[in-house]
Nanobody
């Protein structure tokens, strides 16, 4: 099992910045990928950015150049940070931390955190 705990989110003005963090604990040795997804009303959950165990990142086109991701590896946990800059109204969504574990990339999800960008 992998437990994900998210931090951050809230209300931010357009053009501003916000930072999300996600701490993964449990069976982290077999986690092959982590990332952030988001879901807004009327839309399906979509990937924002993923980072592999080797540090390879993959950003959605809509956030390239504005969002960055970093990862801190500790003995019993892995933390990923999503730095979101120049936020736009369209970035408003519930952001979910994701971890994929094992050969079959079993999905684990955080509880989600709301990011609201206001004009």
């Amino acid at each position: 099992q992998v437990h994900l705990q998210e931090f951050g989110g809230g209300l931010v003005q357009a053009g501003g910045s916000s930072r999300l963090s996600c701490v993964a604990s449990g069976s982290i040795d077999s986690v092959v990928e982590m990332g952030w997804y988001r879901e807004s009303p009327g839309k399906q959950r979509e990937p924002v950015v993923t980072i592999s165990r080797r540090g390879i990142t993959n950003f959605a086109d809509s956030v390239k150049g504005r969002f960055t991701i970093s990862r801190d590896d500790a003995k019993s946990s892995v933390t990923i940070h999503l730095q979101m800059n120049n936020l736009k109204l369209d970035d408003t969504a519930v952001y979910f931390c994701n971890a994929k574990r094992g050969q079959f990339r079993h999905n684990y999800w955080g509880q989600g955190t709301q990011v609201t960008v206001s004009s």
